[in-house]
């Protein structure tokens, strides 16, 4: 062989030509069926690393009628959330026997929609999805084609398949709730300005917050941060963003007993525009957010935060998938809503 050739991919022929058995018997033995003897299977084994064999895991799966692959789409790894997500996602798949191949969308429609196609002409065995939420659905083309679907994080309404969300609703109630406890009266809420529902749920969870404690929601109380991510930023959300919507809001004289944040990213500009101000929290006013991200204990003062429990989704998620890929389990589709939990910390003066 002329060397820096590329080698010849090692087939289970050659190590059956190598230990003298038939191909069949060396298939059994590297799968750990029964009918070979340990000391066969061992000296196969042996035969198959020296020679540097890897099964075909495709040929396989045409003959078992399964990939054992499951398709995961999400919007921006960047989010410290679904960066848990798919790691909880691909340890419980691993656990099952199943790979993960990972589709970015970008909140793009037209990459959401490559990853569709790409879906269903790879032929994977199911797919978990945080979709888009644009104005069109790709992924009823996916059921059509018979791929089971589970959608994570967000809610497609059109769409009858199983759901596992963050209850986004309860974890904003909680968090205003907390800040109305502590004696705010005045509270702003910074929310990023994506048309999706886990926005849409947090606003309302601050909105029914502020009435069940008879405080009126104003002109103004909720500010939408203009977000960055179709414009492939490293990250998903700028503070900067967060900071500019305050420094601009206490030019105008109007200093909030509390503020209640979208995620702990639009936190970090907000402390900036305080302490510009000369404003101090807790002791001006609190500060609330919502994600509870490895940075967030770290700040100056400690932020108060709503942790999401991405591990618990995904695992629920990748269940209740092979469940619906494997035949167990029943129709209707399921929506589970996983609960958030309050965690307070010094800038709410706890």
Known sequence: MVEGAPRRRRTLQDVANEVGLSANTVSRALRGQSGVSEPTRERIRRAAEQLGYVPNVHARSLVLGSHR???????NVSNPFYAELISAIELRAAEEG???VLFLSEESPTRELAAAENVIQSGLDGVIVVPVQGPTNPWHRVTRA????????????????????TDNYAGARAATAHVIDQGARSIVMLEEDLPITTIDQRIQGFQDALAAAALPCEEGAVLMVPTRRNDRVALPWQAGDAYRLTVDLLARGHR??????????????LYRALRERGLRCPEDTF??????????????????????????????AVD????????????PAEPILVQPELVTRESTGV
Request: charge should be negative.
């Open 69 to 75: 692959t499951i398709g995961l789409v999400i919007t």
């Open 98 to 100: 199943y790979h993960i």
């Open 146 to 165: 018979g791929v089971p679907l589970v959608v994570v994080n967000r809610r497609l309404d059109d769409l009858e398949v199983d759901t596992v969300a």
């Open 256 to 269: 909030p007993d509390a503020f209640v944040v979208g995620n702990d990213y639009f936190a970090l500009g």
């Open 287 to 316: 500060v609330v957010g919502f994600g509870d991200y490895p940075f967030a204990e770290f700040l100056a003062p400690p932020l108060s935060t709503v942790r999401l429990p991405a591990a618990k989704v995904g695992n629920t």
């Open 320 to 331: 209740l998938l092979l469940g619906r890929i494997r035949g167990e389990a029943a129709a």
